[in-house]
Nanobody, 115 residues
């Protein structure tokens, strides 16, 4: 059974940074793409970033230039480094893995940005 475990969420003030981690069971090399999504209260889940087994990473306009996604292949982990956080970034953040025609999700980690 595939498991994705996110960590690194928390409460920060506007302008601060956070780094989220997502570790996948087994080898990350099995998956075509890994992504980060978020869901704010009362809103639909929103795509943020994807890193591909081949090709460059892609980012949603809302986070491009502030968020960076990267992978540690040896650790089977992907990261989302978030800078210049605003209250609008408050949400539950989810990690996604895509491969073999299936999507796998983590349980989510809460990020709260408030003063």
């Amino acid at each position: 059974q595939v498991q994705l475990v996110e960590s690194g969420g928390g409460s920060v003030q506007p302008g601060e940074s956070l780094r989220l981690s997502c570790t996948i069971s087994g080898s990350i090399r099995k998956y075509n793409a890994m992504g980060w999504y978020r869901q704010a209260p009362g809103k639909q889940r929103e795509w943020l970033a994807t890193i591909f087994s081949t090709g460059p990473s892609k980012y949603a306009d809302a986070v491009n230039g502030r968020f960076t996604m990267y992978a540690d292949i040896d650790m089977n982990t992907v990261y989302l480094h978030m800078n210049s956080l605003t209250p609008e970034d408050t949400a539950v953040y989810y990690c996604n893995a895509r491969g073999d025609g299936s999507d796998y999700w983590g349980q989510g980690t809460q990020v709260t940005v408030s003063s």
